[in-house]
Every structure is written in C-alpha cells, then in structure tokens.
C-alpha cells in the first residue's frame, strides 16, 4: 500500500510528516548555527554598526563622542593623504593579484599534471602557514642593503646593490612580491582544487581534435576554471586591500608615503592621533569601494555560470 493510501486511511495529509521532520530538525539546526551567529553578532556586526555610528562623530577615544554629521567624510574627500593611501594600495593590489595569480595558476597546473604527492602540496603550503610578520621581517634583512643575501647575489653577479625597502620606486613591489611569495601556494592549492572538476575526457577529445597543451588551456583549461578563478580574485583582491602587518613592520608608510596603504593610514589616524571618528569614516568608505569591487569581479566574469552545462 503507498504511503499516500495510507495517510488517507488514517486522515492525515501525505506532507504532514515531511513538515513534521522540518520542524524537528530545526531545533538541532538552530542550536548548531547558534554559536557561530552568537560571534559574528558579538565581534562583526555590533562593532560594524558601532564604527558607523562612530563615522558620523569627532571621537578620541578619550571622551565622549561628538557629532558632527557628514564632516569626517568632507574632510576624507579634500584629505590628499588618503588619496595617496589609496592610489598606493591600488598599485600594491595590482602588482600583489597580478603575479600571484599566474603563478599560482602556473603551479596548480603544473600539480595536476606532473604529481600527485600530498607533500609537494604539503611544501606549498608552508609559506602561508608561516605568520605575517614573521615573513616581513625575513625578507626584510634578506633585502637588506648592506648585509642581504639577495644583494650579496645581486653584487656577484655584477648589478649594483638595491635598497628594495628604502626606495619610492622599489619598496611597494616589494611588499607586494613578498606577499604574493607567501600567499602563492595557498592560492595554488585553490586553483588546483578547480582543475580536479574539469572532465578528463575533455581534454581527450581536445587532443584527438588535434589540440596541443597550449589550445587545451587556452580553450578548455580558462574558459572552465572561470568561476573558480572568480572566487580566488574576489577573495586574493579583498585580502590584499587589507595589507597592513608588512607594511607596519618593515618601511611603517615610507619611505615619503610611499607605502602608507589605506591600513595603515587608518590605524595612524585612530591609534597614533585619536581621531577615532575620521578612521571609522576612511574605513565605512573602505567597506563600500570591496563591496563594488567584489560585486564587479563576480558579475564581469560571471561567476555564477559555468561552460560544463
């Protein structure tokens, strides 16, 4: 007898139990979602609203907070340092995503066809495993002028020495080198993780068709992995906005601004001058121009499309 007959025999509805099981799984479902809702609301969301709140005011910490309406915003408007901060993220953002993402993307495929040792990928991901500053600061003697390995290299093989941190012109590609040096494997092992969902027999009917390795990932390997390499761009580009640490240990915005990223102008304008209520409106603004970027990145390359259908 069907289940349907049955629940007519007894006068019941056929979806009375399916409702009946929702409802006793939305207790354990709640209680599982509780704790992590309980953080976000404690320590993302209260403190969001409150620098909102605090963006529209003249707060030093000290006191109580002033209003002031829509001043702090005029102010960042006509600030030229926050412009500068600003431009000079951008430059880092793209030189940081830029060499990142090729040769993450060169590793991932290099993972799939030439290994499948979990310890390569173990290796790959130690640099980012390693803290922040605890990179900054190796790379930072390391390109030391006088007493760095890598100009000790550089005068042996006869190019004059570099002050890769001390320069306006080197020392942002430089943070933003070391960065892509420390984020590369775990952007890899992203990367790689799309290319496991490419059907192999694509690329054998490529090869059939006559398609070498460089047809193969021109038309086969980029046009699939699109969606993935959207997600890594908006995750690699929101990450690399927020550079602060590197920065803070090793040239601290010089030299001349030439590293003061939007971070760490912000975290001056709050911690070295208390102007609480300015930094809370540089980082609303921050907060709006991620969210556009992200949202352009995902529509542009139409993440939520993929040519396996």
Same mark, same amino acid.
């Given at each position: 007898?069907?289940?349907?007959?049955?629940?007519?025999?007894?006068?019941?509805?056929?979806?009375?139990?399916?409702?009946?099981?929702?409802?006793?799984?939305? !207790?354990?479902? &709640? #209680?599982?979602? *509780?704790? /992590?809702? @309980?953080?976000? $609301?404690?320590?993302?969301?209260?403190?969001?609203?409150?620098?909102?709140?605090?963006?529209?005011?003249?707060?030093?910490?000290?006191?109580?907070?002033?209003?002031?309406?829509?001043?702090?915003?005029?102010?960042?408007?006509?600030?030229?340092?926050?412009?500068?901060?600003?431009?000079?993220?951008?430059?880092?953002?793209?030189?940081?995503?830029?060499?990142?993402?090729?040769?993450?993307?060169?590793?991932?495929?290099?993972?799939?066809?030439?290994?499948?040792?979990?310890?390569?990928? !173990?290796?790959? &991901? #130690?640099?980012? *495993?390693? /803290?922040? @500053?605890?990179? $900054?600061?190796?790379?930072?003697?390391?390109?030391?002028?006088?007493?760095?390995?890598?100009?000790?290299?550089?005068?042996?093989?006869?190019?004059?020495?570099?002050?890769?941190?001390?320069?306006?012109?080197?020392?942002?590609?430089?943070?933003?080198?070391?960065?892509?040096?420390?984020?590369?494997?775990?952007?890899?092992?992203?990367?790689?993780?799309?290319?496991?969902?490419?059907?192999?027999?694509?690329?054998?009917a490529g090869a059939i068709d006559g398609a070498g390795e460089g047809k193969s990932f021109l038309h086969i390997t980029l046009p699939l992995l699109r969606p993935v390499l959207a997600l890594v761009?908006?995750?690699?580009?929101?990450?690399?906005?927020?550079i602060f640490d590197t920065v803070a240990v090793t040239t601290r915005g010089g030299p001349v601004n030439a590293t003061r990223v939007i971070y760490y102008y912000i975290y001056e304008n709050a911690?070295?001058?208390?102007?609480?209520?300015?930094?809370?409106?540089?980082?609303?603004?921050?907060?709006?121009?991620?969210?556009?970027?992200?949202?352009?990145?995902?529509?542009?390359?139409?993440?939520?499309?993929?040519?396996?259908?």
């Open positions: 007898m069907s289940t349907m007959a049955v629940a007519q025999r007894v006068g019941a509805k056929p979806d009375d139990g399916l409702k009946h099981k929702r409802r006793t799984d939305l !207790g354990p479902a &709640l #209680l599982f979602i *509780l704790p /992590a809702a @309980v953080g976000f $609301a404690v320590f993302y969301l209260y403190p969001a609203i409150r620098g909102i709140l605090y963006s529209f005011t003249d707060y030093a910490l000290a006191g109580s907070p002033n209003w002031v309406g829509v001043a702090n915003y005029q102010q960042m408007f006509t600030d030229k340092q926050f412009w500068n901060a600003l431009l000079v993220t951008l430059e880092y953002v793209l030189v940081n995503i830029s060499t990142q993402t090729v040769v993450a993307l060169f590793l991932a495929v290099l993972l799939q066809r030439l290994t499948t040792s979990i310890v390569i990928r !173990g290796v790959l &991901l #130690l640099p980012y *495993l390693i /803290a922040n @500053v605890v990179v $900054a600061i190796v790379w930072f003697w390391m390109c030391n002028q006088l007493i760095g390995i890598i100009n000790i290299g550089l005068e042996a093989l006869g190019f004059q020495r570099q002050a890769f941190f001390g320069s306006p012109h080197l020392s942002i590609v430089t943070i933003a080198l070391v960065n892509t040096w420390r984020h590369m494997g775990y952007t890899a092992l992203l990367i790689f993780a799309g290319l496991q969902m490419i059907p192999r027999d694509l690329y054998e761009l908006v995750i690699t580009v929101i990450g690399s906005f927020q911690f070295q001058r208390s102007h609480f209520g300015y930094a809370s409106a540089m980082t609303v603004a921050l907060f709006v121009i991620l969210a556009a970027v992200a949202y352009l990145q995902l529509r542009l390359m139409r993440a939520d499309q993929t040519d396996l259908d």
